[in-house]
């Protein structure tokens, strides 16, 4: 078996020349440095909320970094590119979340699925995303979760949701373009679960095509998977899942504290490492009636994976398992694993300026919650920048 060689900048840089590799250089420097960090993002939001020019220098910065463009047409450029020069395909995703009316809920409908009918024309386009809170009501999700009782117009608005969904469903079947549904915050992640439950089972019988997406992060997640397996197995279907640690650490924490519940946060780093990796064992255990995605950023668990396939005599391309990345970080794991024969994808986010910075913020916000992973970013790109000289 050919191994991995995640140091290998040659390769991991291959699709950058030099002045892209420059502005990734001071783009990590800057994301690297914890103050500029905490207090950018927040700048950077307190001046779109005011209105000010700051647009051009968001997309100069952080949405040129780690976005495919404003508009679908806009990613083909980057999908493409990503395909021919590494063989890296891309998982399309519409970044735009927490809309707030129906007329925005269809909108954002409306463009999925004309992600999923380009991702049939398009051999670079492994995947589409969508996440449940752009297309439903953030507080109307937590009502259901919560069992409340709904008025009569919030039990219609919800079988809107689920005629949307069912759209997406329904062109993901239509275009052979699966789709992940997204985890979001605790506090809605059963109705999301329920939904995603729901479309696996009337979606999945022969194929993967729909996933749904696990937080390892949270202690109670193993759990969760395990019984999920359980349930696919007993519905005949095959489960789709992508499982990644998480990204709402923070918030998590300040609402559990907040309002006095046990944090769902697992106690320290250790204990998610530990269970993420538990999660890709019993996933490639049940590798016959499981799909997976491992989305990681770390080297370790990717390491893992790509060993335990072996030792199970696995081939590389397994059609069951896939390798994500986001757009514009971790290069060194996505293109040194496709140059391996490993299937490969890339979170290649898009949307308008204004409507992607939450997305933006929380990458920021997450390299440097990572212990390490902006630094060994930063080292890898300087790395490349000498070895270039030379």
Known sequence: ????????????????????LKQALWLFRMIDSPILASIGPKLMTWAF?????????????L????CG????????????FLYEKGKVKTILDYSVEGEKSEKGFDATCAEIVDTLVHGGKYESVAFTACKITGLADFDLLAKIQANVQLTPAEVFAFERVKKRLTDICEAAQENDTPIFIDAEESWIQDTIDMLAEEAMEKYNVRKPLIYTTVQLYRHDRLHYLKGLIGRSKSKNYILGVKLVR?????????????????????????ATDRDYNASLT????????VAICAGSHNEESCRYLYE???ERNMPNGHSHILFAQLYGMSDHISFNL????????????????KAVMPYLMRRANENTSIAGQSGRELMLLKREVSRRRT
């Not at 949405?63 to 780690?66: G, T, Y």
């Open 338 to 353: 496709a140059h391996n024969g490993y299937h490969v994808a890339k979170y290649l986010p898009y949307g308008p300026v």
């Open 282 to 289: 019993l996933c490639v255990d049940n590798i016959q009636h």
């Open 49 to 61: 909320d005011w209105g000010l020019p700051v647009e051009t220098l968001a997309k100069k910065t």
């Open 69 to 80: 463009g404003i508009s679908l047409q806009d990613t083909v450029k980057a999908s493409t």
């Open 1 to 20: 078996m050919s191994i991995p060689d995640f140091n290998n900048t040659e390769l991991a840089f291959q699709t950058k020349n030099n002045a892209q």
């Open 308 to 310: 335990l396939m072996s």
């Open 246 to 270: 998480g990204a709402y650490m923070e918030k998590e924490a300040k609402r559990a504290e907040e309002m006095g519940y046990h944090n769902p946060i697992q106690p320290n780093k250790a």
């Open 63 to 66: 949405f040129d970094q780690f």
